[in-house]
T-cell receptor
Framework: QQQVKQSPQSLIVQKGGISIINCAYE??????FPWYQQFPGKGPALLIA?????SEKKEGRFTISFNKSAKQFSLHIMDSQPGDSATYFC??????????????FGTGTRLTIIP | DAGVIQSPRHEVTEMGQEVTLRCKPI?????LFWYRQTMMRGLELLIY????????DSGMPEDRFSAKMPNASFSTLKIQPSEPRDSAVYFC???????????FGPGTRLTVL
């Protein structure tokens, strides 16, 4: 059962443009929604995260938009740069009985920024 | 801090052989996670530990897979016998307490011929 659906699978954006990646989740118990960035040959690294008590979070050129009623969230990259070319994963998690949060990842979006 | 350390970085083996992947989490982190990444299935959580105790192994695909954490600074993921469909990149990640950010290692690329 895929609990976090991510689209598109791949995305090509011109330098300076806006990159938008979308995710939808099913489990209403999820209460933490991070985005991870992965460069070739490296492990994923946390980029930005949001909790459902806010509808938007911005860090530099990266913004998460969150729609709780639709159970959707998205990553927007403004003024996209070639260095942003990477694979992006959305994820979601919930508190467990042991207190920590187990991440469920989307399938990833390969973003390519062209000059 | 050296970050999460995984070894080997690449492993090529033949079907039926035993494979052992190793992970050293970040010092002070008490949660350790093993993930598998493939093109078809993306990132899948296999198992995670808290204070060296396995908490959730529901993602372990079958009995051929086993994981141990004998102490706070070392964990292994073993596949015995290995099969071609086990070919993937295996990541180890760790974090501290109730903090959300997981720190990933560089991964081990496993190829089973």
């Amino acid at each position: 059962q895929q609990q976090v659906k991510q689209s598109p699978q791949s995305l090509i954006v011109q330098k300076g443009g806006i990159s938008i990646i979308n995710c939808a989740y099913e489990n209403t118990a999820f209460d933490y929604f991070p985005w991870y960035q992965q460069f070739p040959g490296k492990g994923p690294a946390l980029l930005i995260a949001i909790r459902p008590d806010v509808s938007e979070k911005k860090e530099g050129r990266f913004t998460i938009s969150f729609n709780k009623s639709a159970k959707q969230f998205s990553l927007h990259i403004m003024d996209s740069q070639p260095g942003d070319s990477a694979t992006y994963f959305c994820a979601a998690s919930r508190r467990t009985n042991f207190g920590n949060e187990k991440l469920t990842f989307g399938t990833g979006t390969r973003l390519t920024i062209i000059p | 801090d050296a970050g999460v350390i995984q070894s080997p970085r690449h492993e090529v083996t033949e079907m039926g052989q035993e494979v052992t992947l190793r992970c050293k989490p970040i010092s002070g982190h008490d949660y350790l996670f093993w993930y598998r990444q493939t093109m078809m299935r993306g990132l899948e959580l296999l198992i995670y530990f808290n204070n060296n105790v396995p908490i959730d192994d529901s993602g372990m695909p079958e009995d051929r897979f086993s994981a141990k954490m004998p102490n706070a600074s070392f964990s292994t993921l073993k596949i015995q016998p290995s099969e071609p469909r086990d070919s993937a990149v295996y990541f180890c990640a760790s974090n501290r307490g109730r903090r959300n950010e997981q720190f990933f290692g560089p991964g081990t690329r496993l190829t089973v011929l």
